[in-house]
């Protein structure tokens, strides 16, 4: 997402609004790093009870994640969309760009928790074995966010913020296509809504493998 929106924005925009972009989508790159290297707890979780015969401590894992997962988007997004001002400070970004890069972070901010669903369901997949599911669903959400930069930056001029909404929305129907998939397979595990909890068990086996993974990012 970021490489397409800095291309666009280099070429359509002025150069405030591609620093904007630049210096926004590094953080970016960053939290959803993070978040991807989290989630990877809960593939090996799945994968290794599921290949063990034990199909319903895969699905209380996967719904132990899901409340995991659910709080850390709630406290990204608190952390990003009412401060971007303070993290634009924080990351040195030049006083000319200030605005665009704050906009950037907040609008991007608004996004995580559809950074963080995707994840947490691309986990799940990779977990039963599926690596192609997850990888077309974010290749669509790539698609859909080249056409939204076009649309926003090129025909209505919006610099960083319309490449921000592009990959917010993008991003968004991503997790709709996830989520479209997921319903549609055949899991080899029974999940339920009251698996959806903090479980102590499972959450220290997700955080145990996911935590170091994310400090590496």
């Known amino acids: ?3 397409a929106d800095l291309i666009i ?3 359509f ?3 405030y609004e591609q620093s904007g972009v ?4 590094q953080f970016f790159n960053m939290v959803t790093m993070v978040i991807t ?3 990877m ?3 090996i979780f799945v994968g290794d009870n599921i290949g063990a015969g034990k199909a319903e401590k895969a699905g209380k894992g996967v719904g132990a994640g899901v409340a995991v997962f659910a709080v850390l988007a709630i406290v990204v997004t608190a952390m990003t969309v ?3 001002d303070d993290l634009t400070r924080f990351m040195h970004a030049p006083a000319e760009a200030f605005a665009q890069t704050s906009e950037y972070i907040r609008i991007c901010g608004i996004g995580t928790v559809f950074i963080t669903a995707y994840n947490v369901i691309g986990a799940v997949f990779r977990g039963i074995g599926d690596s192609r599911t997850p990888l077309m669903t974010v290749s669509i959400a790539c698609v859909i966010n080249i056409l939204g930069d ?3 930056v090129v025909g209505f001029g919006m610099g960083a913020a319309g490449a921000a909404i592009a990959t917010v929305s993008a991003q968004a129907i991503s997790v709709l296509f996830s989520i479209y998939f997921i319903r549609k397979k055949k899991l080899p595990f029974k999940f339920s809504k009251e698996y959806v909890r903090f479980n102590g068990f499972y959450v220290k086996k997700i955080l145990f493998v996911g935590v170091p993974i994310a400090l590496q990012e």
């Open 9 to 11: 924005v280099g070429q």
């Open 150 to 152: 076009l649309l926003l």
């Open 82 to 84: 009412p401060f971007s």
């Open 13 to 15: 925009s002025d150069t």
């Open 37 to 39: 290297g989290l989630t």
């Open 1 to 3: 997402y970021g490489a």
């Open 22 to 25: 630049a210096t926004g989508s």
């Open 41 to 43: 707890g809960v593939t």
